[in-house]
């Protein structure tokens, strides 16, 4: 017999334009119970269910919290957003609903009660009320002891391997193959890729925590930090699609998505396809269609821009198809396409910009690499930082060079423990020496011209990428 949650809004609550709303529960098939209400009322929703009654008494319990209970009309009414009465009802419905515990075998007998007659209580008009003289914190500690025997069965080891045999089966079903993925400890790690719409692609892959989910009977799977101790609320995450996650792609920018479409096209990824991550020849094959670019002051680069290498399926699965550079042969970013298709014809002291997508929930990390003598270098972690822009020297001639943010290059300071004698600028910022190859000759010979005509013996601290820097068209 078919049981039903109903929120609906009465006739005299709508001519007086009152947000009030009537909580239910029936038995009744289809639209039995709403028809006995008076002519003009508006049903709002009405949702199939299991254990009504249990269910309504945790909606009225939750809608306490929420909203102003009119008792003055009755328990079942309260006032507010009708809108948000409906999703807490959906999501009560669900999370109790999915468990599929069999009423007549595990329902708990003290919360529900089977001995009314419901043609009776229908009669009445009172088949939705929770008695007045029951006692509330009694009502909430036979919920909560019927909760934990739902808890219980499903933490059971019987029940979690017969309604793991129905995951897998249905893993089998895209996955020939799942045993040998790594979520079931094989060497591989399969993926598919399935087209959407015209702009957006999925990819499914074997969920790598597996055994760390809590799965129901019909095949459906959950996880949650507290899904064991709220399991009617909302952070028992539904995770569908039969286990099998599914990982929209999303183009961080136009580059992304023109690369990745670039792919489809010319058949390097073949939708529906069932491929390995972790094989070399599917690696190989996509990594040849990259950009690959080196630059020089590698270590400096990542600390400069905090960057974090990662290695998990979401990263990997974002490297491999998304992104169109690799640094190093170790970071994965984002180039302008025009440069991307050209990158061979890039001139010295050209710059390029890439994208490095979200780093650690961070914004969009926009980097600019300048290419000089046939080199990549990063301009925060190495031309601005390493670049000398001012002169400064002491009585003994001794000098030091500071870089564009008047730090002492390589000391990591704007002030030392020492009289300056003389100093000298090197450019401007009308002349900044990485915008082109004759801002920087003007430079190296400036920086020549005021050591020989200050006769200025040591530098108290030269950095080897100073060094470097000085010598790039030698």
Not at 301 to 327: G, Q, R
Not at 445 to 458: A, G, H, R, T, V
Request: hydrophobic fraction near 30%; charged fraction near 35%.
């Amino acid at each position: 017999m078919p049981e039903y949650i109903y929120l609906l809004q009465e006739r005299e609550f709508i001519k007086a334009k009152e947000n009030i709303y009537k909580l239910g529960m029936t038995k009744k098939e289809n639209l039995t119970r709403f028809n006995q209400y008076p002519k003009g009322s508006l049903l709002l929703s009405q949702i199939i269910c299991n254990n009504s009654k249990y269910i309504e008494k945790i909606l009225i319990s939750k809608f306490k919290e929420t909203f102003k209970q009119k008792k003055d009309i009755g328990n079942e009414y309260f006032e507010g957003e009708y809108n948000i009465m409906i999703d807490i009802i959906y999501y009560t419905i669900k999370n109790v609903s999915v468990i599929s515990i069999e009423e007549d075998e595990h329902e708990d007998k003290d919360i529900v009660e089977e001995d009314e007659d419901e043609d009776i209580v229908e009669e009445d008009d009172d088949e939705d009320i929770v008695e007045e003289d029951e006692d509330e914190d009694n009502v909430e500690k036979k919920i909560e002891n019927y909760r934990k025997n739902i808890i219980k069965r499903i933490k059971s080891k019987k029940y979690q391997e017969k309604a793991f045999k129905i995951v897998c089966d249905k893993i089998h079903n895209t996955f020939p193959d799942y045993k040998q993925d790594t979520s079931f400890g094989g060497t591989k790690k399969f993926i598919i890729i399935t087209e959407f719409n015209s702009y957006e692609y999925f990819v499914h892959y074997i969920n790598p925590e597996l055994k760390s989910l809590i799965y129901s009977d019909d095949g459906d799977t959950y996880w949650g930090p507290s899904f064991y101790d709220n399991l009617t609320e909302d952070e028992a995450i539904h995770k569908n699609f039969e286990i099998i996650c599914k990982d929209n792609i999303r183009f961080e920018c136009e580059e992304e998505k023109i690369y990745f479409n670039m792919m489809i096209r010319d058949k390097i990824i073949i939708t529906n396809t069932i491929y390995d991550l972790y094989s070399k020849s599917f690696a190989k094959k996509l990594l040849t269609t990259k950009m690959k670019i080196n630059i020089d002051n590698y270590t400096d680069f990542i600390n400069t821009h905090e960057i974090i290498i990662k290695t998990d399926i979401e990263k990997n699965i974002k490297n491999y198809l998304s992104y169109n550079l690799i640094i190093n042969d170790k970071i994965f970013a984002s180039i302008d396409t025009d440069i991307f298709e050209k990158h061979k014809k890039i001139k010295d002291f050209d710059d390029i910009r890439i994208n490095m997508g979200k780093m650690d929930n961070k914004n969009y990390t926009l980097i600019y690499l300048h290419k000089i003598n046939k080199k990549y270098y990063d301009y925060k972690s190495f031309l601005r930082k390493y670049i000398p822009y001012v002169i400064r020297w002491n009585a003994n001639k001794d000098y030091y060079i500071l870089n564009r943010d008047y730090e002492y290059i390589g000391i990591n300071s704007k002030s030392i423990d020492d009289k300056c004698k003389g100093q000298e600028n090197l450019f401007d910022d009308a002349t900044k020496p990485w915008d082109n190859k004759n801002n920087y000759t003007r430079l190296c010979i400036k920086y020549k011209k005021i050591i020989k005509d200050n006769s200025l013996n040591d530098c108290l601290n030269m950095h080897n990428s100073t060094e470097t820097i000085l010598t790039l068209l030698n």
